[in-house]
């Protein structure tokens, strides 16, 4: 008897009116089911009146017990029909809520945000700027000659070209920015220019005509080639650990003189050489400098008091080497199976 008495209490505990189709009438029957006459509380009294008597005492305390539990249910479904009927609706607010799957940010929106935060440390704001963008800001205040072939159709997608009229296309660097602040603020300036960048590239593994770069600048009087290294080094270490070590090789852009190339150890294969470093030890990273003068006096700053330096860096590679990601169309296809991968990083 006892466990019957327990198996109605279990049942009774996991009768749930909302899997109920007409409610009123199945509170009813529930009620006829347990407390009516012929139920089953009328039922186990007349097996309970049959006992012996050292027996009563303890199934009289479970009699009890399932009685309460299902006068308590018969009232909380009762209570639970009226107020549905009073607010003409019916859902149960103390309910568990249904799964709602979380989402994450995307793994470029995440090392986007870490470069943001290392340069923030050591002053650096963020300044967003246009999409599309005029010749000035794109090439000719960046001292880009006449007939450089970024400036080429098969660079640069072209939104406006046509002769004696300014030429507008989609940004193909954020370096555009520098000439944008450069142009509407006084130093000292030290900025970061976080954006998306658009080449008239074949979509491969290695290439897209989409991709996202960070650029920085940093004018102030006195700013020298130590400071652009020292910074180099803070960000590389702060990057991608602190054994980082790095590397500069000289190179040529217009907007910069000197300019150079960062390299950082591999850090995959610790500077022994990998297929990742192709066996040198050493990954390209960015591209930087100190601005050249013509390119501050272009933008108004007299380049007779000030000097600065700037760098540009691609946001896909960097991700590519920290999360070791081979294939640059992964990151647009949105690919669920990918996406996933990054749903602990914050
Ligand atoms: N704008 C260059 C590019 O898209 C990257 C770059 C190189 C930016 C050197 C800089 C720099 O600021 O100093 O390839």
Redesign the pocket.
């Known amino acids: 008897m006892k466990e019957t008495i327990a198996k109605y209490i279990e049942e009774i505990r996991a009768t749930r009116i909302e899997e109920f189709k007409d409610r009123a009438a199945e509170v009813e029957q529930f009620r006829i089911k347990f407390l009516g006459r012929k139920g089953v509380m009328a039922e186990l009294f007349e097996q309970f009146k049959a006992l012996p008597n050292e027996q009563k005492k303890d199934m009289g305390v479970a009699l009890n017990q399932l009685k309460a539990a299902a006068t308590a249910k018969v009232e909380e479904f009762k209570n639970f029909v009226e107020q549905a009927e009073e607010t003409g609706e019916s859902h149960d607010l103390t309910l568990p809520s249904d799964f709602a799957p979380r989402g994450s940010r995307h793994v470029l929106s995440v090392v986007m945000n870490e470069i943001a935060d290392i340069f923030a440390r050591i002053g650096f704001t963020v300044e967003e700027s246009v999409e599309i963008e005029d010749d000035w800001h794109l090439f000719s205040a960046l001292n880009f000659p006449h007939d450089h072939p970024a400036r080429d159709m098969q660079d640069t997608f072209f939104v406006e070209k046509e002769e004696g009229k300014t030429e507008v296309a989609l940004r ?2 954020t ?1 555009s920015v ?1 000439v944008r602040v450069m142009e509407t603020h006084k130093p000292p300036i030290r900025i970061i220019a976080p954006g998306r960048v658009f080449r008239n590239e074949a979509i491969s593994a290695r290439a897209h005509c989409i991709f996202h ?1 960070v ?1 920085a600048l940093y004018v102030d009087r006195k700013v020298t080639f130590a400071d652009l290294k020292q910074t180099l080094l803070y960000f590389a270490k702060e990057m991608f650990g602190e054994q980082t070590q790095i590397r500069l090789r000289p190179s040529y ?1 217009p ?2 003189e000197p ?1 150079a190339e960062m390299d950082i150890s591999c850090n995959i294969c610790g500077g022994k050489g990998c297929n990742i470093c192709k066996g040198t030890g050493w990954l390209e990273i960015l ?3 100190m601005v050249d003068p013509n390119v501050l006096d272009a933008c108004g700053i007299d380049s007779k008091e000030f000097t600065g330096f ?3 860096m691609g946001v896909e590679r960097m991700a590519m080497l920290k999360y070791q990601i081979r294939d640059l169309r992964l990151y647009f296809e949105n690919d669920l199976r990918f996406l996933h991968q990054f749903d602990n990083i914050i």
């Open positions: 193909t660097h370096s520098q770069q650029e852009f907007f910069t300019s591209g930087c400098g700037a760098l540009g």
